[in-house]
């Protein structure tokens, strides 16, 4: 079996440029991403997250190095270019994995009111509660 590298899609909103709402949407989507992907952390290549240019409250990548087995993987932040009428408050992720897996089997995750940005990838994802 051929390992290959393999890129996972995902975004999310924050409810408001604060640590604390930043916080909470990245770990929901990164809980989502490993949960739906099975990854391993063992695995992951790197991993690039854009913000918006509402969002400067805290790097998500200090919030991803917090989780368990994040550490030494590396990660990088940068702005979003800004397009005028573009979504507000907004989290991007472009994981890159170390896999078996064909690309067609990456499930690319899109929550709250992220979902609007790749309806056709667009799983459906049980998070209760979550707007």
Excluded at 51 to 62: E, G, I, N, W
Excluded at 90 to 116: D, F, G
């Amino acid at each position: 079996m051929e390992w290959k590298v393999r890129a996972i899609r995902g975004a999310t909103t924050a409810s408001e440029n604060t640590k604390k709402a930043i916080r909470e949407v990245v770990t929901e989507l990164l809980d989502a991403i490993e949960t739906h992907n099975q990854l391993d952390p063992e695995d992951i290549a790197s991993v690039i997250f854009t913000t918006t240019q509402d969002l400067d409250a805290v790097f998500p990548a200090a919030i991803a190095r917090e989780r368990p087995h994040w550490d030494n993987i590396p990660l990088l932040d940068v702005q979003q270019m800004h397009v005028e009428g573009s979504i507000r408050y907004c989290i991007r992720v472009l994981i890159h994995i170390n896999t078996p897996k064909p690309q067609t089997e990456m499930c690319h995750l899109y929550l709250r009111s992220a979902k609007t940005l790749r309806p056709d990838w667009n799983k459906v994802v049980s998070l209760e509660g979550k707007g």
